[in-house]
């Protein structure tokens, strides 16, 4: 069940991105003659178009889900790939509330590497909820209901204090 839901977000998120690719470039300017202006400064470039998933923040979690697993999937192609911190730093760097966070452990009782890690965001009152670590085959990350009490994650959570 995971192995399909991961491939079909990653489907959804790449049928995104390339539907975004499309208007991006359909809404470009038609290359007009060149200015005969001689200047040897540069002239100046306009700001580049997103090629990506981008945050909405009036959007729903559905539609936050690509940006989301696109956050996930640059973390998880790092060293820190196991690290909660790792990916609750970067959702607050794109412009998730770190507020509306909860992770679990990432190290056992024991101090051993956890199995897998879950983080969330609460948005628009349903999750966005990621997994990752050695025994997920791939990242997963899905929409998911909030549960009882206004929360992500079912049990324990580490505090977010950093």
């Known amino acids: 069940m995971h192995r ?11 049928c995104a991105i390339a539907i975004s690719g499309m208007m991006f470039s359909a809404c470009s300017p038609t290359p007009g003659p060149a200015p005969a202006v001689t200047t040897s400064s540069p002239s100046p470039s306009a700001s580049p178009t997103p090629t990506g998933p981008v945050l909405l923040p009036e959007g729903t979690a559905q539609e936050n889900l690509p ?6 999937n ?3 192609a790092t060293e820190q790939r196991w690290q909660g911190r790792a990916y609750v730093d970067a959702l607050v760097a794109a412009g998730f509330p770190k507020d509306a966070m909860e992770l679990t452990n990432d190290l056992t009782t024991v101090g051993n590497g956890a199995d897998s ?3 969330s965001v609460r948005w628009s ?3 966005l909820v990621g997994q990752v670590g050695p025994s997920t085959p791939t990242p997963t990350a899905l929409v998911l209901p909030q549960v009882p009490g206004g929360t992500c994650l079912v049990g324990q959570t580490r505090p977010i204090d950093w």
């Open 4 to 14: 399909s839901v991961s491939t079909s977000v990653r489907l959804a998120a790449s």
């Open 74 to 76: 640059q973390v998880a």
């Open 67 to 72: 940006f989301f697993t696109a956050i996930m």
């Open 117 to 119: 890690i879950q983080f």
């Open 125 to 127: 009152g349903e999750c």
